[in-house]
């Protein structure tokens, strides 16, 4: 037995959505996110390997954090505007929730930094631990993505005629 799943957004909320800068700034900003956070990884398992690039994988953490924040600013404005409100919109609020978690484990690496608290592999290991929610994170939110173009394409498809997924 097939279910049919309630669609992500609205008619209203999708015109919102095509219509928002902030959509173009999401956009953006998560390919930016995500490079920033490939090239941290790979120098944050550098420094851990070898001991060596401390400073360049403390850039590059803080670079993606500064990416984090911004991306979760502008994402609760987006999400303010596609459903009038700025956070746990129920089309969104798994994904919210567990930003929180993704936030929370890169401020932990920020109070570790700044304290010297945990010496720099600590540091490092609550680095990947951020880096590990993140794609946690980043796919929840691919995956709405899908279900979102899956719903378009419903949505014009010929009355009548299914789409394959």
Not at 100 to 112: P, R, S
Request: aromatic share 14%; hydrophobic share 55%.
């Amino acid at each position: 037995m097939k279910t049919t799943r309630k669609p992500l957004y609205t008619a209203e909320q999708r015109q919102r959505r095509d219509s928002s800068r902030w959509t173009i700034v999401q956009g953006i900003l998560a390919p930016l996110q995500f490079l920033a956070f490939a090239v941290s990884v790979l120098l944050v398992l550098r420094f851990l390997l070898s001991g060596d690039g401390y400073t360049a994988a403390t850039i590059s953490i803080l670079i993606k954090t500064v990416f984090l924040f911004v991306i979760m600013v502008t994402g609760a404005i987006w999400e303010k505007v596609v459903f009038g409100q700025y956070l746990f919109a129920p089309a969104f609020f798994w994904e919210d929730v567990f930003s929180f978690a993704v936030i929370t484990l890169h401020v932990a690496y920020l109070w570790a930094l700044w304290t010297g608290a945990l010496g720099a592999e600590g540091q490092m290991l609550i680095a990947l631990a951020a880096y590990a929610t993140y794609i946690v994170n980043a796919g929840q939110f691919l995956w709405k993505l899908r279900m979102a173009r899956l719903d378009a394409a419903r949505d014009s498809a010929p009355m009548g005629r299914g789409v394959a997924a």
